[in-house]
């Protein structure tokens, strides 16, 4: 009998095994955030209702602040710029992790920041609270600058808000920049900017930076007035807030909510290319008309639950005694054991058995050759 050798055995294997392998197929992309419907690129609107009024934004979301009901959307995970947007984001992060009452320095690169600005000096006079209010009152570049420093620099600010972006499922947002400004790579949707935007007016000091009208600010020699750049704050019933940008490869942005008889809508507009205050009162009032009555097309989802804590492992000292109530080590080590390890075991134990046993009755049959 002719024995073939292991390794051409092997060779045969892999060639066989090569030969049957079927082509990888590309996988199903995962549906989008809030509903299948939501995935549109043109007009999404409930059935059996009115249609939204035209606006000349190319993105928008109308949703329920209280139940997350997207009531209606235009391309709502479409991808664009968010201009100074993005600052609800910057809050969203910064408010939970930052002392208002903490003295805060700028430094040049902040008080040089360029586009819109609260005008901030190289001096400790300012708090955290008074950057809030720059950041989402004018729109400070130069605060958003100066918050990212506050909390430990810029790099750890854009990861922080990142993880903050992933944590509410706002998966189309990409942060590069505190203040929103272009930056490639940076991006949003109406979506996530609905999301973010509910997810602040939770907290009651994101509210009330968002829907101060004025307020005073320091200055080295003397306070003076800054006001709010959301002109809805001044024309629209019920306005609370939030936040409009703008940048000439993003054009206009802008979030606004408003609330009438205890109930609050949120409209998210994006890149849009004029003057938009009036359009977005339509579809406000629009979304007072369906909330209750129109069948929602999605929904604004919540954030995903916080991971829990992992228990520390004890610390081992050279003086430790062990516990008269641990495991043997054997017995330990067999409770660890998963499956895989458990059956690898029993082969490796019941082979070395085997060779036992067959090694010793050769050895008994040898003795008795010998007698």
Known sequence: MKLVPVTALLVAVTFTGA???????TPTPPPPVGGDLLAGRGLIK???????PKTKATAYVIADHETGQVLAAKDPHGRYRPASTLKMLTAATLIPKLDKTLKVRPSRDAV???????????????????????????????????LAEANGGLDKTMRDMNDEAKRLQANDTVAKTPSGLDKPGQSSSAYDLALIARSGLSDKDFRRYVSTKTAKFPAPKKWYEISNHNKLLWRYKGMIGVKNGWTTKAQSTFVGAATRDGH?????????????????????DWGFAARGKATPVGLLVDPLPDEPAQQAAPVATSHATPSPSRKPMMDAAASEQNASTRTMGSVVIGGGLLFGLVWLGYGIRRRRRRL
């Open 264 to 284: 609050t809508i949120i409209v998210s507009i994006m890149k849009h290319e004029g003057y938009f205050w009036e359009e977005v009162a339509d579809l406000l």
């Open 19 to 25: 030969a049957q392998a079927t082509p990888a197929q």
């Open 46 to 52: 409930p059935v059996g209702f009115k249609a939204p």
């Open 112 to 146: 040089n920041q360029e586009g819109s600005a609260v005008g901030l000096q190289t001096r400790p006079i300012y708090t955290v609270d008074d950057l809030f209010k720059a950041l989402m009152m004018s729109s400070g570049n130069d605060a958003a600058m100066a």
